[in-house]
């Protein structure tokens, strides 16, 4: 079945500084790769997504980039701030099965003023 | 607010016992994931039903089982619980049962904790 891989495990940077958080997939039928951030005490909230058909994607300070080549995938935050802090997960989906997300390690994202 | 609802929010429980964990979707959703969550296993998938019907499962244990009523929302049941079982289970919904341009959004999570 779908594997994804995801590194750093851990990641602290300098408030202003950006971070950058890399992931791979295992099955090359995996069309839709998400991001969540996880706030203590809550749940997974989608924060940026990218579908196959697409290189890059932005949204104001986050961006997310695939390289269906090579399998990975990757989550760029820049001007960090200390409320980006939080764990960061990305996932995988298969279009013909049924949706569900099989999701990274998550990286515990510290963000110092 | 994502929309998805979970109770209880807190449960602890004895070893042996069995709990039922209760979601319910967005507004609209037809299909609801569950979830594990613990230190050493991150987010497993665990069963995803999609208008009332089992649409793909995960590494759900036998002692657990789900189901999705006509009212779209779910219950999972967990049964002979062991210590390990211990953990954060969180519902998912989403419009669809496939990826493209269907977000899955997550609830705050049910805290089961087994003495």
């Known amino acids: 079945g779908e594997n994804v891989e995801q590194h750093p495990s851990t990641l602290s940077v300098q408030e202003g500084d950006s971070a950058v958080i890399k992931c791979t997939y295992s099955?090359?039928?995996?069309?839709?790769f998400p991001w969540y951030k996880q706030e203590l005490g809550k749940g997974p909230q989608l924060i940026i997504d990218?579908?196959?058909?697409?290189g890059e994607k932005k949204d104001q300070r986050i961006a997310v980039t695939l390289n269906k080549t090579a399998k990975h995938f990757s989550l760029h935050i820049t001007e960090t701030q200390p409320e980006d802090s939080a764990v960061y997960f990305c996932?995988?989906?298969?279009?013909?099965?049924?949706?569900?997300?099989?999701f990274g390690q998550g990286t515990e994202l510290s963000v110092k003023p | 607010d994502s929309g998805v609802t979970q109770t209880p929010k807190h449960l602890i429980t004895a070893t042996g016992q069995r709990v039922t964990l209760r979601c319910s979707p967005r507004?609209?959703?037809?299909?609801v994931y569950w979830y594990q969550q613990s230190l050493d296993q991150g987010l497993q998938f665990l069963i995803q039903?999609?208008?009332?019907?089992?649409?793909a499962k995960g590494n759900i244990l036998e002692r657990f089982s789900a189901q999705q009523f006509p009212d779209l929302h779910s219950e999972l049941n967990l049964s002979s619980l062991e210590l390990g079982d211990s953990a954060l289970y969180f519902c998912?919904?989403?419009?669809?049962?496939?990826?493209?341009?269907?977000?899955?959004?997550f609830g705050e999570g049910s805290w089961l904790t087994v003495v």
């Open positions: 998912a919904s989403s419009r669809r049962d496939f990826s493209s341009g269907n977000t899955i959004y």
């Open positions: 099955d090359s039928a995996s069309n839709y």
């Open positions: 990218i579908r196959s058909n697409v």
């Open positions: 996932a995988a989906s298969i279009d013909n099965q049924g949706g569900k997300l099989i």
């Open positions: 507004s609209g959703d037809l299909s």
């Open positions: 039903y999609y208008n009332g019907e089992e649409r």
